[in-house]
């Protein structure tokens, strides 16, 4: 399946909208990866723990967008946005993705 962030995908037509599609990842952050994080912000650098926990949940918002577009009978997800959020104070992490389920030509 295509998923673009851009709204045509070259070379094909779109032939049908079958509407918007959404895939969403809540993961929470343990207290270890909380403390080594602390410690990173204040000697500076990067956290590689919270950095692997975005691209967990962003596979899985978009594994959620996949799954929501195929049951629709897509074969294409165009205008695909991604969101970053913090839920709380508890240090959840939420990724929201959103796009528009499409039937491309062949």
Request: charged letters at 20%.
């Amino acid at each position: 399946m295509i998923i673009t962030t851009t709204n045509v995908v070259e070379g094909k037509k779109i032939e049908k909208y079958l509407g918007v599609v959404t895939g969403d990842a809540i993961l929470g952050a343990n207290i270890f990866r909380d403390f080594f994080a602390g410690i990173t912000d204040i000697i500076g650098g990067r956290s590689a723990a919270y950095e692997q926990s975005l691209r967990e949940a962003k596979e899985i918002a978009l594994r959620e967008l996949q799954q929501h577009a195929e049951s629709l009978g897509a074969n294409a997800v165009v205008g695909v946005d991604l969101d970053y959020e913090t839920v709380g104070t508890g240090g959840m992490l939420m990724v929201s993705v959103s796009g528009t389920a499409v039937i491309l030509s062949k």
